[in-house]
């Protein structure tokens, strides 16, 4: 209990013992202390809770709202259309469809590729080796950099670098115009995400890793235990809140890709890479259907926040259990 | 495992060498080609430089307009962080030492919010600023940073407050110091360790940040580093020679940046990933 209102309650006990001619005095300096409390209060939450509300809260809702009108943002008007623009997207809206069924398969490739990356690198550089902490700045680098230059940086691998590499290997995978189909710019979508993601999922995994007692290995080992054999017995139980903690970063910041998305591919060839941040974006400030365009974000923001929901829960359930 | 140096580890470590230097790749064509001409970049994408030719960057330095768009991003990620770290901090303290309902509904709701992703308001967002005068203007953006980046910096603070002994204020206030001396001499000090992960973790997302910039900051003289990147990348199209000098330009800031703090930058991810 906070001790200011525990000195409330035991004001208000003296007040009610108090003679009735006192009475008066104490109630107004109890509610000037209250009024000094709620300013102080005021003061130190306002400034950030008002930033929040105008910012975060209101653009939220009156987004929701917007998902069920036909406002173009443009013109004035904006009309109440109920469930139109949600049957548009389900029925007639391909695109829309193609990116988020895109999307999702992105995510899960990223996921598993991200997390068996990071957790080899995490395990690698773990070792006694001579250059670790070099080995750990170079994985790690590529994650400092935003997703837009990244893109960049990757655009120029793509096109002009694997194709010296083929070149003068003749290896056929490098030969191939990677960003000119959608197959193969899908997987350089990927590997940009992998490159960037991997090392800094290795640091979660290398703090995690640092906390399996080496006793236990120790012993593991003297009873007769293979590397493989401690590595699945003895250091995977050990990190799997890591791994859970990993597997939500992941996730989340897979469906929510956009950087990468836009400045290596464009959505191209032909709308073939457009993932969902993109599709909204393009649909509101390409097309000016904004009221279409918050229907895809609502959609959007309850798959996000399904996914943090089951996240916190199993996260939860997890803390109970050990 | 011994502590030895066997020869199992040195095959292990010169695999995770070549793995590094795989990584690093895409640093090399970029770094060498920019120091290319740019008939030697087409023709020579693999090779080192045969000379070593600076005209790019000169180039793509005045064109890019750097020192402007390189001190826009500073103002931006700066300006962000001090109130940032003012504002949340001090509301992180009243949350926590203000034992009532309304607290608690007021930290519950900065905590949810955080699973709305940006595409999800930003549609509103703009109208809205625009409403409120906050488009096109540095401190605008500002703002908007303050009220995107509340929950996760309420959270963290949130969390190192509550570790923090009430022993030491209800001292000082004995002594007459009020609740904001109390906040800004004692407590604020104590919190110096997650002010450090904060700002890190803060820093990194402005810094890089280029969805809200782009749709706030529509004057070119405004512009920050990725923004600066994405228009001439965008007006440049296959020129690599300027192109590839200017991704380098943007990155050496936060190259910098990451060494002169690696130990942090590593410490801070660890510590706000795991809460």
């Given at each position: 209990m906070n001790n200011e209102s525990k000195l409330d309650t035991v004001k208000g006990a003296a007040l009610t013992n108090q003679k009735s001619t006192k009475v008066s005095h104490s109630v107004s300096f109890l509610n000037k202390k209250k009024w000094k409390e709620a300013g102080l209060f005021t003061l130190f939450v306002g400034p950030v809770l008002l930033a929040f509300i105008l910012i975060v809260l209101i653009p939220f809702f009156t987004g929701i709202y917007y998902a069920f009108t036909d406002w173009n943002g443009v013109t004035g008007s904006v009309k109440w259309v109920g469930l139109d623009n949600f049957k548009y997207l389900f029925t007639e809206d391909k695109q829309f469809q193609t990116s988020f069924i895109l999307t999702t398969k992105y995510t899960v490739v990223a996921i598993i590729l991200t997390n068996l990356i990071g957790f080899g690198l995490a395990l690698l550089v773990a070792q006694k080796l001579k250059t670790k902490n070099v080995l750990r700045t170079v994985f790690f680098m590529p994650n400092l950099i935003g997703g837009l230059i990244l893109g960049f940086i990757w655009q120029f691998i793509f096109v002009k670098g694997f194709a010296s590499i083929g070149q003068l290997t003749g290896i056929s995978v490098f030969e191939l115009a990677w960003l000119g189909d959608a197959k193969t710019a899908f997987w350089g979508i990927v590997i940009v995400s992998v490159w960037q993601g991997a090392g800094y999922i290795m640091i979660i995994y290398i703090a995690a890793l640092q906390n399996v007692p080496q006793e236990l290995i120790e012993a593991a080992r003297i009873d007769g235990a293979n590397r493989f054999q401690v590595l699945r017995h003895i250091t995977m139980p050990l990190v799997a809140p890591a791994v859970t903690i990993c597997l939500f970063l992941t996730t989340a910041s897979s469906f929510k890709v956009f950087d990468a998305n836009l400045s290596l591919t464009n959505g191209g060839p032909f709308k073939s890479t457009e993932m969902l941040a993109l599709n909204i974006y393009t649909e509101a400030f390409v097309n000016n259907r904004y009221g279409i365009g918050e229907a895809k974000a609502l959609i959007f923001f309850i798959v996000v926040a399904a996914i943090t929901v089951l996240q916190v829960t199993i996260s939860k359930k997890k803390e109970v259990e050990s | 495992m011994g502590n030895r140096y066997t020869w199992r580890t040195s095959i292990v470590e010169i695999l995770a060498l070549l793995l590094g230097l795989v990584f690093l790749v895409p640093f090399y064509y970029v770094i060498s080609n920019s120091l290319k001409p740019f008939a030697e970049i087409l023709t020579n994408t693999s090779a080192l430089p045969k000379v070593l030719m600076f005209d790019n960057y000169v180039n793509a330095f005045e064109k890019l307009n750097f020192l402007t768009v390189f001190k826009n991003s500073l103002i931006i990620t700066i300006g962000s962080n001090i109130v940032l770290v003012i504002f949340c901090s001090m509301?992180?303290?009243?949350?926590?030492?203000?034992?009532?309902?309304?607290?608690?509904?007021?930290?519950?709701?900065?905590?949810?919010?955080?699973?709305?992703?940006?595409?999800?308001?930003?549609?509103?967002?703009?109208?809205?600023?625009?409403?409120?005068?906050?488009?096109?203007?540095?401190?605008?953006?500002?703002?908007?940073?303050?009220?995107?980046?509340?929950?996760?910096?309420?959270f963290l603070y949130h969390g190192f407050i509550k570790g923090i002994p009430l022993e030491l204020e209800e001292a000082a206030i004995i002594d007459g110091c009020t609740r904001f001396g109390v906040f800004w001499r004692i407590?604020?000090?104590?919190?110096?360790?997650?002010?450090?992960?904060?700002?890190?973790?803060?820093?990194?997302?402005?810094?890089?940040?280029?969805?809200?910039?782009?749709?706030?900051?529509?004057?070119?003289?405004?512009?920050?580093?990725?923004?600066?990147?994405?228009?001439?990348?965008?007006?440049?199209?296959?020129?690599?020679?300027?192109?590839?000098?200017?991704l380098v330009i943007g990155i050496i800031p936060l190259l910098i940046f990451f060494f002169t703090m690696q130990k942090h930058i590593i410490q801070g991810i660890t510590s706000g990933s795991i809460k």
């Amino acid at each position: 209990m906070n001790n200011e209102s525990k000195l409330d309650t035991v004001k208000g006990a003296a007040l009610t013992n108090q003679k009735s001619t006192k009475v008066s005095h104490s109630v107004s300096f109890l509610n000037k202390k209250k009024w000094k409390e709620a300013g102080l209060f005021t003061l130190f939450v306002g400034p950030v809770l008002l930033a929040f509300i105008l910012i975060v809260l209101i653009p939220f809702f009156t987004g929701i709202y917007y998902a069920f009108t036909d406002w173009n943002g443009v013109t004035g008007s904006v009309k109440w259309v109920g469930l139109d623009n949600f049957k548009y997207l389900f029925t007639e809206d391909k695109q829309f469809q193609t990116s988020f069924i895109l999307t999702t398969k992105y995510t899960v490739v990223a996921i598993i590729l991200t997390n068996l990356i990071g957790f080899g690198l995490a395990l690698l550089v773990a070792q006694k080796l001579k250059t670790k902490n070099v080995l750990r700045t170079v994985f790690f680098m590529p994650n400092l950099i935003g997703g837009l230059i990244l893109g960049f940086i990757w655009q120029f691998i793509f096109v002009k670098g694997f194709a010296s590499i083929g070149q003068l290997t003749g290896i056929s995978v490098f030969e191939l115009a990677w960003l000119g189909d959608a197959k193969t710019a899908f997987w350089g979508i990927v590997i940009v995400s992998v490159w960037q993601g991997a090392g800094y999922i290795m640091i979660i995994y290398i703090a995690a890793l640092q906390n399996v007692p080496q006793e236990l290995i120790e012993a593991a080992r003297i009873d007769g235990a293979n590397r493989f054999q401690v590595l699945r017995h003895i250091t995977m139980p050990l990190v799997a809140p890591a791994v859970t903690i990993c597997l939500f970063l992941t996730t989340a910041s897979s469906f929510k890709v956009f950087d990468a998305n836009l400045s290596l591919t464009n959505g191209g060839p032909f709308k073939s890479t457009e993932m969902l941040a993109l599709n909204i974006y393009t649909e509101a400030f390409v097309n000016n259907r904004y009221g279409i365009g918050e229907a895809k974000a609502l959609i959007f923001f309850i798959v996000v926040a399904a996914i943090t929901v089951l996240q916190v829960t199993i996260s939860k359930k997890k803390e109970v259990e050990s | 495992m011994g502590n030895r140096y066997t020869w199992r580890t040195s095959i292990v470590e010169i695999l995770a060498l070549l793995l590094g230097l795989v990584f690093l790749v895409p640093f090399y064509y970029v770094i060498s080609n920019s120091l290319k001409p740019f008939a030697e970049i087409l023709t020579n994408t693999s090779a080192l430089p045969k000379v070593l030719m600076f005209d790019n960057y000169v180039n793509a330095f005045e064109k890019l307009n750097f020192l402007t768009v390189f001190k826009n991003s500073l103002i931006i990620t700066i300006g962000s962080n001090i109130v940032l770290v003012i504002f949340c901090s001090m509301a992180a303290y009243m949350l926590v030492r203000t034992k009532k309902k309304i607290s608690n509904i007021i930290f519950m709701t900065f905590v949810a919010a955080m699973i709305i992703p940006f595409q999800s308001l930003m549609i509103p967002l703009i109208k809205t600023a625009g409403n409120l005068g906050l488009l096109n203007s540095m401190w605008g953006l500002v703002f908007m940073y303050l009220g995107f980046g509340s929950g996760m910096t309420i959270f963290l603070y949130h969390g190192f407050i509550k570790g923090i002994p009430l022993e030491l204020e209800e001292a000082a206030i004995i002594d007459g110091c009020t609740r904001f001396g109390v906040f800004w001499r004692i407590v604020f000090p104590l919190l110096k360790p997650i002010t450090v992960t904060i700002v890190i973790l803060n820093s990194l997302w402005i810094w890089n940040d280029f969805l809200l910039p782009s749709l706030v900051l529509q004057d070119p003289e405004l512009r920050t580093i990725p923004l600066a990147t994405f228009f001439f990348f965008g007006q440049y199209t296959k020129q690599w020679d300027l192109a590839l000098a200017a991704l380098v330009i943007g990155i050496i800031p936060l190259l910098i940046f990451f060494f002169t703090m690696q130990k942090h930058i590593i410490q801070g991810i660890t510590s706000g990933s795991i809460k």
